[in-house]
Structure formats: structure tokens, C-alpha cells
């Protein structure tokens, strides 16, 4: 079974950094990718950015290009979300989520719980 787990979240004044983790277990294939993804109140899910795992692709939802970056620790079985220059908009639950294909387009199989993330201004 797939499990993940987001933590890392918190309160931070705009313009700071936090880094997010997501650890994963009970993945026994290969060619899958790994997104992180947010969901302000009142508003929809949104992507802010996925990884391929076997070719290290990664992309970003623009209004976070510049700002953050995704990682992986494949050693530790963890992928990461440092966010930096963090702004009032950030505010939200970020979830991670595993796809079963190397790419979060085509949609998303298993789900971690969210981690909160407040940026006053």
C-alpha cells in the first residue's frame, strides 16, 4: 500500500522560507512521478509542482517558478518543497501525491494527508 506523508508546514512571515517533506512508502515500481500540490479556502486544487523520479524532470506552476523547488532523497524515500521569497498567496493545505506514470498530467493515484501553510503579511 501507498502511503505519504506531508509535513514540514507552519506559520512564516512573507517573504521567508520553509521546506515541506513528503514521505513515502510502499512504492515498488519504477517510472512514477511525485507533485505537490495546494489548495487555498474558496478556492480549487491547484499543481505547484511534480517530479519525475526516474529522469529528474520537475516543473512548476508559474506563480511559484523562481521561488520553489522540488527535490528528492530517494535514499530516504522523501521528496521535498523548499519554498523561498514565501508570499501572502502561498497561504494554504499542501498535499503530496504520487502518480503511477512518470508525469502529474494525467492525474494523481494516492494522496497524502496536507501540511498548512500560513504567510502573513
Known amino acids: 500500500e501507498v502511503q505519504l506523508q506531508a509535513f514540514g508546514g507552519g506559520f512564516v512571515q512573507a517573504g521567508g522560507s520553509l521546506r515541506l517533506s513528503c514521505a513515502v512508502s510502499g512504492i515498488t515500481y519504477d517510472g512514477y512521478a511525485i507533485g505537490w500540490f495546494r489548495q487555498a479556502p474558496g478556492k480549487e486544487r491547484e499543481e505547484v509542482s511534480c517530479?519525475?523520479?526516474?529522469?529528474?524532470?520537475?516543473e512548476y506552476a508559474d506563480s511559484v517558478k523562481g521561488r520553489f523547488t522540488i527535490s528528492s532523497d530517494n535514499a530516504k524515500n522523501t521528496v521535498y518543497l523548499q519554498m523561498n521569497s514565501l508570499k501572502p498567496e502561498d497561504t494554504a493545505d499542501y498535499y503530496c501525491a504520487v502518480s503511477k506514470v512518470d508525469s502529474c498530467y494525467y492525474g494523481m493515484d494516492y494522496w497524502g494527508k496536507g501540511t498548512q501553510v500560513t504567510v502573513s503579511s
Open positions: 517530479l519525475s523520479v526516474d529522469d529528474g524532470k520537475s
